[in-house]
Each structure stands twice: as C-alpha cells, then as structure tokens.
C-alpha cells in the first residue's frame, strides 16, 4: 500500500462564505401556539388510542404530562398554566365541541369567550394581562 501525500493535503479544499441572512428568531407567540398545538394533539392521539384500541397511554404518559406542566408552571405562572391546562385536558365536551369560558373585569359585563385554537388562547392570555395587570 502506497503511502498517503499529505503535503497535497487540503489544496482542493474550497470553503463557501457563510450567507450573511440572518434566520428569522421565532417569536415566543409562535412557539407557543406551536407548542400548544403539539400538546393537544398528544392528549387527543392518548385519548383515541384508548377509546378505539382499549391502549392506555395516558398513565405511561403521565410523567411527561407533569413535565411539560412544571415547566409550563415556571414560564407562565399559577393562573396562566391553570388556563392552559383547562385549554389541553377540558376545552372540547365528549363530543368535540368547544366549552366556551366566561370572562369578567372587575365591574364590566361578563364575556363568553371560545377558545378554538391556540392563537386564541394567547389572545386571551394576553387580554387578561392587559386588563388587570397586577394578577400574578
């Protein structure tokens, strides 16, 4: 076996400039509604997997479920995370239709609101922090 010419070694080597574009950050409005989407659909393919096949992955997947909702605890705070867990767990009846909730600021009339998809959800999130800006 013929030894190896290593002071040939890299000439043909050709490095391409980096492009200079910067990849667009998400924002944390995406990744919520991303995240959120996600979630909802591991609840309901648990949920199916048991009604159709009589497979319960929802003890198997329970520790992750307090995973996700620590971490949810940490970044959102106690009232946030309570909503977003009713919007997970409870917001569709038996039979997927959408539990409307009912929102009031402090002397205004009461709202229903129709949470139908997690960009809905921040909204609402956010309407809250704007009405009342001293809830922790």
């Known amino acids: 076996m013929k030894k190896p010419n290593l002071n040939n070694f890299g000439k043909k ?12 950050e998400i924002t944390e409005k995406e990744l919520f509604i991303e ?25 198997y997947d329970e520790m992750f479920y307090q995973i996700i909702e ?6 959102y705070g106690l009232w946030k995370t309570e909503i ?21 600021v402090k002397e205004e009339e009461e709202e229903e609101i129709v949470l139908n998809n ?13 009405n009342d800006p001293d809830i922790k």
């Open 70 to 75: 620590g971490f949810t605890l940490l970044k």
């Open 35 to 59: 995240t959120m989407d996600m979630f909802a659909e591991v609840w309901t393919r648990s949920n199916v997997s048991y009604d159709k096949h009589k497979i319960n992955l929802l003890e």
């Open 13 to 24: 080597l050709k490095f391409k400039q980096r492009s200079s574009k910067k990849v667009p």
């Open 118 to 130: 997690p960009s809905d959800l921040w909204d609402f999130l956010k309407k809250i922090e704007e």
């Open 84 to 104: 977003i867990l009713w919007y997970v767990f409870a917001r569709l009846d038996e039979n997927d239709k959408v539990i409307s909730l009912t929102y009031k």
